[in-house]
């Protein structure tokens, strides 16, 4: 069976929960407590595709509202990246399509997941359904997550993995 590595990088804006993600992703565990991540954070997670094993470099980068040069150069080998956008704040949406503008202009077409993050605080949620449905249509591979509750971030990854390595 062959074995891969992949590097995909996470990005968006502050207080996304990208740190959370990788977290809940990489140990299966959660925190409430915020800590900035300065430059970027490297974990690693091997998935196994039946047919190839793929080893996740994953790159954490920090938040920004809008990603400068300097952060463009992370991306430089990457298979695939992670947009997060907080689903309780419909500003740090635009950050990530942004984002994903400036990653196309850079390196061209890349895989990626759209994860609309924080999916368990319904009641604060601030992205609406027929957004979220234009995403999709638009050929957008969206995803509500919860870091607090792992949903939807198992499949997220997996089909990154999927796609990254094909």
Not at 7 to 19: A, E, I, P, S
Not at 24 to 50: A, P
Not at 70 to 78: K, S
Request: charged share 25%.
């Amino acid at each position: 069976m062959s074995e891969l590595a992949k590097k995909v990088c996470m990005l968006g804006d502050f207080g996304v929960g990208k740190t959370s993600l990788v977290a809940r992703y990489v140990r299966n565990t959660f925190s409430d407590k915020y800590l900035t991540t300065v430059g970027v954070k490297i974990d690693k997670k091997t998935v196994d595709l039946s047919d190839r094993i793929v080893n996740l470099i994953l790159w954490d980068l920090a938040g920004e509202d809008d990603i400068n040069s300097l952060r463009m150069t992370y991306l430089r080998g990457a298979a695939g990246y992670v947009l997060v956008a907080d689903g309780t704040r419909p500003s740090t949406l635009d950050v990530a399509l942004s984002l994903r503008q400036r990653v196309e202009a850079e390196y061209g077409p890349l895989p990626f997941v759209l994860l609309l993050n924080k999916s368990d605080l319904k009641e604060q949620w601030a992205i609406g359904d027929a957004e979220v449905e234009g995403l999709r249509q638009n050929g957008l591979w969206v995803q509500p997550s919860s870091a607090r509750t792992g949903e939807g971030v198992e499949d997220a990854f997996k089909d990154l993995a999927i796609r990254a390595s094909s």
